[in-house]
């Protein structure tokens, strides 16, 4: 390549980054045309679903969901993935609501909050340290640890429930509670949306953390710390989902032994039909929230049309499947043209034509 | 020597080891681990477990994976059981379920592989979506009653024995399985293509036929799985069996099936559910309740894949320690850069010891 074919090719590089940014943001508002076509539908035709309280409890119940499926999908974005998620939550829901009653004043809710994140945190070095430690493969380790940490949520309990009578005040007002009208919860889940959106997208962390989902081999020969990256994108996901396990002590009012069982298939969902790539190195944290939020109006129009609660799984299976199968056929789609102008403009000679004569052998 | 050698290191030698320490640490604490009734016992409650490891083992010898076993089992179970309930002969019935069972499996395998998904995400959504069709054809409800027949392949005996009749089915199956994996080209080409998928194709490897092979095969056995639910705990609902997932992929995982595919035996799997069995009863009887024994499945898991990589990180530790010119050297020679790459490698080749 002579030097002026490389000035070229950098040069050439701005439009095709373009490219690459209208792809992700056009995946993105398909995705909210979609949940807005879904939401004036049902708006128009469903009474009980404009009402306020609905619309809350839609809100909230996506909040909760939302926040874990954003750790999740950073787990999910370096090309690793995290089944331990709901056991965590649980640990954290009860652990968090009968300590926090003991720390009374303006300083409750503070400790609270950095109980779950440092709780969830610790739950999450668990699975980094088997990774790492023992170099397992992370669907194993996380298997591993979903088992223990749900034995350990049921030793924890200890055949007990705790009820809402029995969190801290703060706590337990905290899904009523509503600042310039807007919930609590939605507001709690906009801050860790910005704030893991800015990581992903501004530090260091969020850089490493695409290329090692991109390429993990090449990732670390590009000087990316491997071992202590695991260790943050885990505790960061365990925060989140202890997180989690503090607004679902809220949400529910009673968490038992089974509090957050089947919550990981729920937010692996999620983040899989927003648009992450279980593949890595694809996908943000908006499409996290997005995928919560599109799976949260399904199963609440299901509910109030009483269709059947029996067809909520059998919908949201058919949409992780069809969100898959669409990202898959769109990215290849888009990708395509790519590399077929990329190809033409090294060879200036050779006839367009000529390429869909011999099949188009040069579209990959 | 080299290959008593080799016999001896086996994975699956060191799941035998395990298996003893269990029974005989077990034994002396209870005695009533070895009694036959424990054993029939504990035997009835794994075997849908392993019906169901012996189908998801080759999905992951390829480098899959297949977390809809669960939902295809409720759903061929639950369309058995409303068929027979409503008066269909028996053999039709089973006959249906298992043909759905084998459609549920063709649909992941051509999803997965015709589309180029990823089958986590694939079977994930169908795991949900088979799941929720026997709910909607049972609703909530529950059948209980079932022929005389696909009862007693659930819960009788061999006659004049103590051996659950289902227990010896699910191992001619493993016999089988382990035939096709083993000593078919098919089988061969499992491990080619959990290997290498690429060097697969490039050597001749109908690489998508195999792959679909597989998910057909786990989607037939989690049917099966289901018929045996229905005679061994005589009911069928909607959702059934869905705790069998996690135990049964660990059985695979743990028989020494790299996750990655390209590894692991059917004799191991089957080592593994035994293992895993007896440990379970053996922690039962010495009065640990159920999430006890889940956490020492965990804890089993860990130990079992986590240990091997572990040792021999120790041991090239050791030796560098004691061989300081050869660290030397390798340092010249830029060897030591490849040490933490080929501990990546390390865990794969565990499984092929």
Known sequence: ????????????????????????????????????????????????????SNINNLLNTTALIAIVAIGEAVVILARQIDLSVGAILGICAYLVGSWSGHVSGPFGPVVGVLLALGLGAAFGLGNALLINVFKMPAIIATLATLSIYTGLQIIVNNGSQLYLTQVPKWLAGLRGNAWFGIGTFIWIAAIVLVVVTFILRRTRFGRDIYALGSNPDAAVYLGVKIRVRTYQIFALCGALAGLGGLLYTSQFGNVDATAGNGMNLTVIAAAVVGGVSLFGGAGTALSAVLGALLLGEIQNILELTRISIFAEQTLQGAAIVIAVAVYAVVSRRLRRPVRREAFLSEHPTIDPAAIDAIGGTTNG | MARVRQLVLSWEAGLVVLTVLIVIIGQSADHDLISSFNLQTTALNNVILLCLALGVAPVIMTGDIDLSVVGTLALSGVVMGDLMSHGMATGLAIAIGLGIALVCGLINGLLVVLFDLPALAVTLGTMGAYTGISFLILGGLAITTFPNSVVSLGSSNLTGTQIPFCVVVVLVIAVIMAYLVHFTTWGKSLFAVGGSRKAALFSGIAVNRVRIITFVISGFLAGFAGLLFLGNYETAQAGMGASELLPAITAVILGGVSAYGGTGTIPGVVIAAVLLALLQSALGLHGFSGQGQTMAVGFLLIIAIGAPPLARSARDWWRRRHAGVVEIASAVTGESKGGSAGSGEAVRSTAVN
């Not at chain 1, 209208?22 to 404009?50: G, K, N, P, Q």
């Open chain 1, 1 to 52: 390549m002579s030097t002026s074919e490389l000035i070229s090719d950098v040069a050439s590089r701005p439009a095709r980054r373009g490219r690459v940014s209208t792809l992700v943001r056009r995946s993105d508002t398909a995705l909210i045309a979609l949940i807005v076509l879904i939401t004036l539908v049902a708006t128009a035709t469903l009474s009980d679903f404009r009402t306020l």
